[in-house]
């Protein structure tokens, strides 16, 4: 079974950055869709930022300009350089792909989650 293992978060002051990186084990054939999602306390998990296809990249209108999400297939790895960080930034960050283990179905996978606290 395929495993996404993240890392980079931690706390950082407003107007600070961060990089978070995600890289996936396992024998992988095809890959749809890499990104980040986020989940602060007592809300639901939304979009920061999803790479479709290698092509299109859709980020929420709360990051646009200050986040870049990139990947390298080669090493199936995503990344999201975080700038200028607000207190509402403030949340868990899962990393998520859509890919096609060796011999199995299509799947959706998560990470493990890595805390980002932006505060004075």
């Known amino acids: 079974q395929a495993q996404l293992l993240e890392s980079g978060g931690g706390l950082v002051q407003p107007g600070g950055s961060l990089r978070l990186s995600c890289a996936a084990s396992?024998?992988?054939?095809?890959?749809?869709?890499m990104g980040w999602y986020r989940q602060a306390p007592g809300k639901q998990r939304d979009l920061v930022a999803l790479?479709?296809?290698?092509?299109?990249?859709n980020y929420a209108d709360s990051v646009k300009g200050r986040f870049t999400c990139s990947t390298d297939n080669a090493k199936i790895t995503v990344y999201l350089e975080m700038n200028r960080l607000k207190p509402d930034d403030t949340a868990v960050y899962y990393c998520?792909?859509?890919?096609?283990?060796?011999?199995?179905?299509?799947?959706?996978?998560w990470g493990q989650g890595t805390q980002v606290t932006v505060s004075s």
């Open positions: 790479i479709t296809n290698g092509v299109s990249t």
């Open positions: 998520y792909m859509t890919m096609r283990e060796v011999g199995k179905s299509t799947s959706d996978y």
């Open positions: 396992g024998v992988i054939r095809n890959i749809y869709r």
